[in-house]
């Protein structure tokens, strides 16, 4: 799973992608239709130094319990990949580990799936401490179940020789434990690494500013809004999961105010469940922020599948209620056409829609300007009581928050201000609060 394919630029291996079309969208409307999903495979291999030579599509009614595609197709492309020469064949499903045995075995080659290819990727990619032991729970997880007589490659594990055998397991069970144990060791260690991250958090929830996160599917621009909205260098890259470690930067808004902006990894359609679990430490900074910027590829055909797709993976991560702004990304690229179908823009919790342009920045004065707005309609109006002689506490407040009327008055200062929920909180634990608006101040 892990040696081979690398992202390394020059294709290494030759594989015969399969499409799959399975008649129609899912019912929950969050999948992107086949053609689609086949050309997002073609550039999932490609980012993983694999040169598509082939494409085969199979329309599937009833999935083949064994195979998963039918048995006609299984020779056509135990053919195809021989004719050209193919090491690989990549499937665009996610196989069971019984199918994916059986067809690496019937056609000759090793059978990839969707799932593992996204993993080898986010494997390649991986920079951080944290990152590296999270794809690498989640390639453990991936492969637990995959592990045969077969399919066992010891001397990938790590450790192991005389006298681990105990009496009476067979080679197999001995792997499966050692597998466990080591999921067991890397939980442990990512709890360790997050221990850290935890204190970052601490230390952030004492800052006055709201955290808004960007998300959206790979490759809309997310990491191109950051560095045109802060200058953080994110890398940018036109190819699939460029990102995998959260970025954090400071967001000055025109009006005054600060935020902070998250750029972390993006969403794709069937992303391995395998690598939700494994990354809720960096997910986490999503599920903790206050407002989400949802940033959207409008030259995708699929875009409004993919906000689906990204709507799911939130729901998923426990972020389902996060108010949102729709940042409707690449408009230097879409024509005549620069606002979003009304279809897209209708979920609950999209509070604003911005058309922008990250690469040429176009309309993002009016972005940060729906991001005021957002948190002007936010503020809450508090009242504090300042000893007069705390002059930091003062500018503290007059740094965070809108003040509206102050007086003096027996050495203290009575602060009306207009602040965010999170700053009123932090008032509220350090200083005398003498009243407090429980709702918005719109
Ligand atoms: N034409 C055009 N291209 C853009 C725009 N914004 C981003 N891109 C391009 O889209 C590609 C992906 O951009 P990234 O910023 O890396 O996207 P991302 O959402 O961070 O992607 P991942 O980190 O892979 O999830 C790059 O080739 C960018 O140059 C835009 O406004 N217009
Ligand atoms: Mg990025």
Redesign the pocket.
């Given at each position: 799973m892990k040696g081979g394919m690398r992202d390394v630029g020059q294709p290494i291996e030759r594989a015969v992608l399969v499409g799959i079309d399975t008649g129609g969208p899912r019912q929950d409307g969050a999948s992107i239709g086949a053609e689609e999903s086949l050309r997002e495979l073609e550039r999932l291999a490609r980012t993983a130094g694999v040169e598509p030579v082939a494409t085969l599509h199979q329309s599937i009614r009833q999935i083949s319990p064994a195979t998963y595609i039918g048995k006609g197709k299984v020779e056509e492309l135990t053919e195809r990949a021989k004719a050209l020469g193919a090491s690989a064949v990549l499937i665009d499903e996610n196989l069971s580990p019984g199918q994916q045995r059986t067809l690496t075995e019937r056609i000759g080659v090793k059978v990839l799936d969707r799932s593992q290819l996204i993993l080898d990727i986010f494997a390649a990619r991986a920079r951080s401490l944290e990152g590296k032991l999270q794809v690498e729970l989640a390639q453990l997880e991936y492969m637990l179940p995959r592990l045969t007589r077969a399919w066992t490659h010891l001397s990938r594990l790590g450790g192991g020789g005389v006298g681990t055998r105990g009496p009476g397991e067979t080679q197999l069970e001995v792997d499966r434990r050692r597998v466990r144990e080591k999921i067991v060791r890397l939980k442990r260690r990512i709890a360790e690494v997050e221990r850290t991250r935890e204190l970052h958090r601490k230390e952030r929830a004492d800052v006055p500013y709201v955290t808004i996160a960007?998300v959206?599917?790979?490759?809309?621009?997310?990491?191109?809004?950051?560095?045109a909205l802060t200058d953080a260098g994110?890398?940018?890259?036109?190819?699939?999961?460029?990102?995998?470690d959260p970025t954090i930067r400071r967001l000055d808004l025109p009006g005054g105010a600060r935020a902070l902006l998250v750029?972390t990894?993006?969403?794709i359609h069937r992303l391995p469940h395998q690598l939700i679990e494994a990354f809720k430490s960096t997910l986490e900074e999503v599920r903790r922020a206050d407002l989400l910027l949802h940033?959207v590829?409008a030259?995708n055909p699929e875009a409004a599948q993919q906000i689906a797709i990204v709507e799911r993976v939130l729901e998923e991560i426990g972020a389902g209620a996060t108010p949102t702004i729709l940042a409707w990304?690449?408009?230097?690229?879409t024509g005549e056409s620069e606002a979003p179908p009304r279809d897209v823009t209708t979920h609950p919790r999209i509070v604003d829609v911005a058309a922008?342009?990250?690469?040429?920045g176009?309309g993002l004065h009016e972005l940060l300007g729906t991001i005021e707005r957002w948190l002007d309609r936010e503020r809450v109006r508090i009242e504090v009581t300042i000893p007069a002689s705390r002059g930091d506490l003062l500018a503290w407040v007059h740094r965070a928050a809108k003040v509206v009327d102050e007086r003096y008055e027996d050495g203290v200062a009575r602060v009306t201000a207009l602040a965010s929920p999170k700053l009123a909180g932090q008032l509220r634990k350090r200083l005398e609060v003498t009243a407090c608006s429980t709702f918005p101040t719109s």
């Open positions: 960007l959206g599917y790979t490759n809309a621009g997310k990491s191109t809004l950051m560095n994110v890398l940018v890259e036109d190819k699939l999961f460029a990102t995998l750029d990894v993006g969403f940033v590829d030259t990304n690449k408009i230097d690229r922008i342009s990250a690469a040429t176009r």
